[in-house]
Nanobody
Framework: QVQLVESGGGLVQPGGSLRLSCAASGSLFSINAMGWYRQAPGKQRELVAIITSGGDTNYADSVKGRFTISSDNAKNTVYLQMNSLKPEDTAVYYC??????????WGQGTQVTVSS
């Protein structure tokens, strides 16, 4: 069983930065990808960024050039560096781990609020 624990959310002013962390534990094998998703009030959950086991990355158009996803395989941790934050980035951010044919695991979420 895999568990994901997110941290690093909080309140930040527009233009500020935050770094989210997602630590994975448990039986970790054959991971295809890990990613960050977000859900704002009244909206559907959307993909923010994803990183594959091969190191390929993909970003939502709305965050390209501002957010960076990275991983530390030795620590089983994925990070999301968020710069130049905007009020529209306010949401609950969820970490996801995907293993094709095995499972699709979600963290509990961490709140990010961008406001002056």
């Amino acid at each position: 069983q895999v568990q994901l624990v997110e941290s690093g959310g909080g309140l930040v002013q527009p233009g500020g930065s935050l770094r989210l962390s997602c630590a994975a534990s448990g039986s970790l094998f054959s991971i295809n990808a890990m990613g960050w998703y977000r859900q704002a009030p009244g909206k559907q959950r959307e993909l923010v960024a994803i990183i594959t086991s091969g190191g390929d990355t993909n970003y939502a158009d709305s965050v390209k050039g501002r957010f960076t996803i990275s991983s530390d395989n030795a620590k089983n941790t994925v990070y999301l560096q968020m710069n130049s934050l905007k009020p529209e980035d306010t949401a609950v951010y969820y970490c996801n781990l995907f293993r094709r044919g095995v499972d699709d695991v979600w963290g509990q979420g961490t709140q990010v609020t961008v406001s002056s």
